[in-house]
């Protein structure tokens, strides 16, 4: 991109738009937070929604973009190693057991880098994101679990720019790193070290309440949840008790347009840009799914080594036809009744797609919807927006016109 410095009168002139007002990106904008600053004069090149460059990003990142040909590239894209992971200490309240959380404090101990922008909640609502430069663990540990909502996370970028800081940690999801790293080299760092997490069917704080209120017994407890490997949503109530609703009883005709469309268009669930990626969908039940793709992520990586009990990733089953069967459902919007849901999720998680093919499971599932998506809402983005791994990982399946 072309390069403006920091300091360059066009940089100085630029302004921030004001909250509320409509987007560059129009109804694809995620809130990624790039515009909340001056850094928005970068936003028709840096935007994931309106400029798709994961190619060359990768290539800028990681110094190659993905191989085509290879199947794991193809899937999880540029990576040194994966493995499943778990902390043998967890961390209470985190989302899983704290890796994210652990390795951020970790590099803010040693001194690595001097702050850690991450996303704390407002103090009247537990799921209203509130992006943060971190500067002490306690501020780390704040944020820990997910926020399941947009989050502005880049909005904090002038303050990084105004407080001379040179080593930075991010942890963001897709849209947000694909903005930043558009933007990296404006930011004057001297070292930039980028945790992700995989992220998929995002929504607004509005749409989170109709996902709780139409999912969940008890909408107004929940401080936690999660779509996990054993086809079930997991809820976690404000008493500790746990309640759990499988895939396929989800009310997915009331939920039909509750995804914030920049999620129904997105083709970067396993955070292609970031250095190391933190999620759970290529491990085993209850282990997390660690992706290194370059040596600032095994550098990140190996700081919680000692904290870590491991094992390597494994794959069973096949995918190919669950994913051809549940198409005409998502396009629809179908719902079954729970005791046929509750049966389906028990036969799909006694025979069905493991591991990595579990993985390769959600993104088939996701990606198909979102080609399907775009082409019926957004014809003429169809060429630029889809990335060719997008493409092929389509292509594998028979599509509804
Ligand atoms: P913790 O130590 O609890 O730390 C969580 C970190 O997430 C915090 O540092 C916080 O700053 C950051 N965070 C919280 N909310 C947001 C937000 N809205 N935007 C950006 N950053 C945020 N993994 C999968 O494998 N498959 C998925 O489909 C998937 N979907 C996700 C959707 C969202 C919106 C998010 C935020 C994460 C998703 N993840 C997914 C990642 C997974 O849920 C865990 O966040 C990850 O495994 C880290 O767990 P942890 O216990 O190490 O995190
Ligand atoms: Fe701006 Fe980010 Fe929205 Fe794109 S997604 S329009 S960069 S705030």
Request: contains cysteine; neutral net charge; aromatic residues 8%.
């Amino acid at each position: 991109m072309t390069a403006v410095s920091p300091n360059s009168p066009q940089h100085k002139k630029a302004k921030a738009l004001k909250p509320g007002s409509r987007r560059p990106a129009k109804e694809l904008c995620s809130e990624c937070g790039l515009c909340d600053t001056y850094y928005v004069h970068y936003v028709k090149e840096a935007c994931a929604f309106i400029n798709q460059q994961i190619p060359e990003l990768e290539e800028q990142a990681h110094g190659r973009s993905r191989d085509l040909e290879r199947d794991d590239d193809l899937y999880f894209g540029v990576h040194n190693t994966m493995m499943a992971a778990r902390k043998t200490q967890p961390i209470e309240g985190a989302q899983w057991t704290g890796i994210v959380s652990s390795i951020a404090i970790e590099m803010l101990n040693r001194g690595l880098v001097e702050g850690v922008v991450c996303v704390q909640n407002t103090e009247s609502d537990r799921f209203q994101p509130m992006p943060v430069i971190a500067r002490t663990p306690e501020d780390i540990l704040a944020a820990r679990v997910n926020k399941p909502t947009l989050s502005p996370n880049l909005s904090v970028l002038e303050q990084i720019e105004q407080s001379g800081m040179k080593r930075l940690l991010v942890i963001g999801v897709g849209c947000q790193i694909q903005a930043l790293r558009a933007v990296q080299a404006q930011l004057g760092l001297e070292k930039l070290y980028v945790l992700g997490t995989p992220c998929v069917d995002n929504v607004t704080r509005a749409g989170l309440q109709t996902f709780l209120d139409t999912t969940s017994r008890s909408p107004e407890t929940v401080v936690y949840y999660e779509f996990m490997q054993d086809f079930r949503v997991h809820f976690k109530h404000e008493d500790g008790s746990t309640e759990t609703v499988p895939f396929f009883g989800l009310k997915t005709n009331q939920l039909k347009n509750v995804f914030a469309p920049s999620c129904m268009s997105c083709f970067d669930y396993v955070n292609s840009l970031a250095d190391l990626v933190v999620g759970y969908m290529g491990a085993p039940f209850g282990w997390q799914w660690l992706v290194v793709r370059n040596e600032t992520g095994q550098e990140m990586l190996d700081l919680v080594q000692d904290q870590l009990e491991t094992q390597p990733v494994m794959s069973q089953g096949d995918r190919h036809n669950a994913v051809q069967q549940s198409i005409p459902a998502y396009d629809k919007g179908v719902t079954l009744p729970m005791w046929a849901a509750k049966l389906m999720g028990v036969v799909i998680e006694k025979i069905g797609p493991k591991g990595l093919e579990y993985a390769r499971f959600s993104i088939d599932s996701h990606f198909t919807r979102n080609y399907l998506y775009v082409k019926r809402n957004y014809p003429n983005k169809l060429a630029q927006h889809i990335p060719e791994f997008a493409k092929r990982i389509v292509g594998q399946y028979n599509l509804p016109k």
